[in-house]
C-alpha cells in the first residue's frame, strides 16, 4: 500500500502518455530543424543554378539579337548596293570603293562578289577572279533560287567548293533592272567572324559559343573562357531567311559548389553540437529526476512518519512563530493546523495560569539558553489541562544557520494519571494487607494472652485463697507462701506485655523516636516535595515561620508524615478554583495564648472548604469524598499529633477554604533563630 503511494509520488503524477510527448515533441523539433538546414542549402543551390540558367538565356537572347541586328545592317547597307548597282548609278571605281569601305567596316564580311548572269565575277573586293563555281554547291543553289525568286537570301554555311574550310554563309540579292536580270550581288560572310566579331568579349570569356547548321554540326566555335561544362546550355535558332543556323551557349561554370558544403559543413557541426548538449541535457535531467524521486521519498517517508507519530510535533522560527506542527499535535491541543500555523505568542493551548512560566521559558529559548527538556501544562481547545513533556532542539538549515526550534510533545497525563492510580492502589493494598494482618493478630493475641492470663488468674485466685483461708483459721499469713505464686503471676502479665509489644512493633513497624526538633528544619524537609506537588496544580506555595520558635521534642518522620498530608489535602481541595486564588500557605508561630508555650502549625488553602456534613466525620477511618481517597489521613495526623502531646483542628478559612491547624508542646530551652521563607 505505501509502495504503491511512493510508487504513484515517484512518477510525479504525471500520466504516461504526457511523458511521453514530453520527449517527443522536442525531437520531433530537432528533426524538423536538422532537415530544414539541410534543405536550405540544396534550395539556395537550385536558386542559383536556376539564376545563372535563366542569366544564360537573357544573355544568349542578347547575343541573338545583336547577331540579328549586324546581319539586317549588313543586309541592308547590301541591298542598297544592289539597288543603286540596278538603277545605273553605281559602277566601275565607285561601286568597287562601295564594295571595300562596306567589308572594312564590317569585319564579318569576308568579301562582296558582283556575279553577272553567267555567273562570271562583275566586281568584287578581291583581287582573284571569282566566279560561281568557286562557291559552295548550296550557295550555286541559293544564287539560282534568289534569281529565280527575285528575293535575297541566305545560303546554307559551307565550305568552298573542294575545300573543308573556312566555313562561309552567302547572301545574294539578285539584281534587276525592269526584267533584265544582272546578277547576284553576294556578300560572303565568315562563320567563324560572325562569332568573333559580333559576340562581346565578356560573354566569350564565360561560356563557349557556338554555331551549327541544320544537320547540327557545329559549324564555328569561339571558347575563350575554356569548354564549356554542359551544366547552363541554351540555343536558339538565328532565324535568317532560307538558312538553318542555331546559336548556341555552354557556361563554363558548373554547379556551385563552395557554398552548399561550407553550409552542410556548418549544418552538420551544429546538428552535432546540438545533439550531444540535448543529450547531456537529458542526461542532466535524469539525474535530477532521480535525485527529486529520491527525495520526494523521503519526504513521503518522513511525512507518513510523522502522521504515524503519538508525539506531538511543533515547529517555531526564531520569532516564536509556528512553521509547522503534525496531526499528533493538533490532536493533542484540539486545534485545527491552519489555525496553529503562522501564529505567534501567546498560542491558543498555553493555559491562562501558566502564562509567567510560558513568557519566562519563551525568553529563554531566545536567549538560546534554553534546557532541552522540561514538563509543562498545555490547554486543550475544550478548556482541559494536560501535562506535557518537551524535548526541544535547534533547527538549522542546509547552511547551518539555525532558523527554529523544533520541539516534541508528549502527552504525560495518562502517564501521571497510570502513576497516581498505582502509587493509591498501593498505598491501599498496603492498609488493607495491615488491616488483614492485624484481624489475625487480634485473635492471635486473643489465643496467645488467653493463657498468661488464664496462669495469672489461677495463680491470684489462689493467692487470694491462701489469704482467704488464714484469715478464717485467724492465723498470721507469712508472705513467703504468696511469693512464689505471685511470682508467677507476675511472669506471666510479663509475658503478655512482651507479646502485646511485639504485635505494636509489627504494626507500628518502627518505635517512635523521639528528638528535640527546630520547625524551620522540619518544614524545610517537607518543602520540596510540597513544591513538586502545588507545581503540578499550579498552586503558589507561601511558608512563613515565626522568628525565635522554640524547638520540640518529637519523631521527625511522623511529623513530616502530617505535614504532607495536609498539604496534600489542601491542594487537592484547589484543584478547581480560579488559578490566582490557588494559594497554599505554612504558618508556623508561637501560641501566646497558651501557658505552655505551645508551636502552632497552619496549613491554610483558599479551597472548597468543609461542609457540615463532611466535618462531622472528618476524623473517622476510611471516611472519604474523594473517588481515590483512602480516608485514612486526617486520622493518623490526629493520633500522630495526639501521641506528641498536641491537638489537630480545623476551621474555615475567613478568605474561603480551610484552615488545618495543630500544635507541639515547646520544649524547655532557650529560643532560637528563625527567618521566613518565600517560595512559588
Ligand atoms: P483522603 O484525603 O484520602 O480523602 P483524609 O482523611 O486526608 O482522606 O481526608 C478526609 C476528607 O476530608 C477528604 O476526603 C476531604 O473531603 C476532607 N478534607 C480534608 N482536608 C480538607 C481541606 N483542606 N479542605 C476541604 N476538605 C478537606
Request: some cysteine; overall charge neutral.
Amino acid at each position: 500500500m505505501l509502495n504503491k503511494q511512493l510508487d504513484t509520488l515517484f512518477t510525479f503524477g504525471i500520466p504516461g502518455r504526457r511523458r511521453v510527448w514530453h520527449w517527443l515533441v522536442p525531437m520531433l523539433l530537432v528533426l524538423l530543424f536538422l532537415s530544414t538546414m539541410l534543405w536550405l542549402p540544396w534550395q539556395a543551390q537550385q536558386m542559383e543554378a536556376t539564376e545563372r540558367q535563366e542569366k544564360l538565356i537573357a544573355d544568349t537572347l542578347w547575343v541573338e539579337q545583336t547577331i540579328r541586328f549586324q546581319l539586317e545592317r549588313d543586309e541592308d547597307s547590301i541591298r542598297l548596293i544592289g539597288n543603286e548597282i540596278s538603277g545605273g548609278g553605281l559602277s566601275g571605281k565607285r561601286l568597287q570603293d562601295r564594295m571595300t569601305v562596306l567589308t572594312r567596316n564590317n569585319r564579318e564580311l569576308s568579301r562582296i562578289i558582283w556575279l553577272g548572269p553567267q555567273g562570271r565575277s562583275v566586281a568584287s573586293t578581291d583581287e582573284a577572279q571569282i566566279s560561281i563555281n568557286d562557291l559552295s554547291a548550296s550557295s550555286r543553289v541559293t544564287a539560282e533560287r534568289a534569281r529565280a525568286t527575285r528575293t535575297p537570301q541566305y545560303s546554307q554555311p559551307a565550305a568552298p567548293s573542294g575545300l573543308n574550310e573556312p566555313m562561309l554563309m552567302d547572301y545574294h540579292v539578285p539584281l534587276y533592272v525592269g526584267e533584265k536580270y544582272l546578277g547576284n550581288l553576294v556578300a560572303q560572310y565568315s562563320v567563324a567572324s560572325i562569332l568573333e566579331e559580333m559576340v562581346p568579349w565578356w560573354f566569350a570569356q564565360d561560356n563557349e559559343i557556338l554555331l551549327a547548321d541544320g544537320n547540327d554540326n557545329v559549324i564555328a566555335r569561339r571558347a575563350a573562357g575554356g569548354p564549356g561544362r554542359g551544366v547552363y546550355t541554351h540555343s536558339r535558332a538565328l532565324d535568317l531567311p532560307y538558312a538553318s543556323v542555331t546559336l548556341r551557349t555552354n557556361s563554363i561554370k558548373s554547379e556551385p559548389t563552395l557554398l552548399p558544403n561550407l553550409l552542410v559543413g556548418s549544418v552538420i557541426a551544429l546538428s552535432v553540437g546540438l545533439i550531444w548538449s540535448l543529450i547531456a541535457l537529458w542526461r542532466d535531467i535524469n539525474r535530477r529526476l532521480a535525485a527529486e524521486g529520491a527525495l520526494r521519498r523521503q519526504v513521503a517517508f518522513r511525512t507518513a512518519m510523522e502522521n504515524s507519530l503519538m508525539t506531538g510535533l511543533r515547529a517555531r522560527d526564531l520569532e516564536g512563530r509556528i512553521t509547522y506542527v503534525n496531526p499528533a499535535f493538533c490532536e493533542m491541543v484540539g486545534i485545527p493546523e491552519e489555525k496553529l500555523v503562522g501564529k505567534a505568542p501567546p498560542m491558543p493551548y498555553w493555559a491562562p495560569e501558566a502564562m509567567d512560566e510560558y513568557q519566562q521559558r519563551f525568553t529563554q529559548v531566545l536567549a538560546g539558553t534554553v534546557t532541552p527538556q522540561h514538563q509543562t501544562i498545555f490547554q486543550r481547545s475544550n478548556g482541559e489541562r494536560f501535562p506535557v513533556l518537551i524535548f526541544e532542539s535547534p533547527l538549522v538549515d542546509d547552511t547551518g544557520k539555525q532558523t527554529g526550534w523544533m520541539g516534541s510533545m508528549l502527552d504525560i497525563s495518562d502517564r501521571e494519571r497510570v502513576e497516581d492510580l498505582n502509587r493509591r492502589q498501593q498505598e491501599k493494598l498496603e492498609a488493607s494487607a495491615r488491616l488483614a494482618t492485624m484481624g489475625e493478630i487480634a485473635s492471635t493475641l486473643a489465643h496467645e494472652l488467653n493463657q498468661p492470663l488464664a496462669a495469672i488468674s489461677s495463680y491470684t485466685t489462689g493467692a487470694l485463697n491462701m489469704i482467704e483461708s488464714g484469715a478464717a483459721k485467724g492465723k498470721q499469713l507469712d508472705p513467703e507462701v504468696l511469693k512464689p505464686a505471685l511470682e508467677k503471676a507476675s511472669t506471666q502479665a510479663q509475658r503478655a506485655g512482651n507479646i502485646i509489644r511485639s504485635v505494636h512493633t509489627f504494626v507500628k513497624r518502627r518505635e517512635p523516636s523521639r528528638e528535640p526538633l527546630s520547625v524551620q528544619s522540619l518544614i524545610e524537609s517537607v518543602i520540596t516535595l510540597v513544591e513538586l506537588q502545588a507545581r503540578q496544580f499550579f498552586v503558589h506555595l507561601q511558608v512563613q515561620i515565626d522568628p525565635g520558635l522554640p524547638r520540640v521534642l518529637a519523631d521527625r518522620v511522623m511529623l513530616e508524615q502530617v505535614l504532607l498530608n495536609l498539604t496534600r489535602n489542601a491542594i487537592e481541595a484547589m484543584q478547581n478554583v480560579a488559578p490566582e486564588r490557588r494559594i497554599l500557605r505554612i504558618v508556623a508561630m508561637l501560641d501566646t495564648e497558651s501557658p505552655q508555650r505551645n508551636v502552632v502549625i497552619s496549613v491554610i488553602d483558599q479551597g472548597h472548604g468543609i461542609p457540615e456534613e463532611v466535618a462531622e466525620r472528618l476524623f473517622s477511618p476510611f471516611f472519604s469524598t474523594k473517588a481515590e481517597g483512602m480516608g485514612m489521613g486526617l486520622k493518623i495526623c490526629r493520633t500522630t499529633v495526639e501521641f506528641h502531646g498536641g491537638t489537630l483542628v480545623h476551621a474555615p478559612n475567613p478568605a474561603g477554604g480551610t484552615i488545618f491547624r495543630f500544635t507541639l508542646p515547646a520544649l524547655a530551652e532557650a529560643t532560637r533563630e528563625s527567618h521566613t521563607i518565600e517560595q512559588k
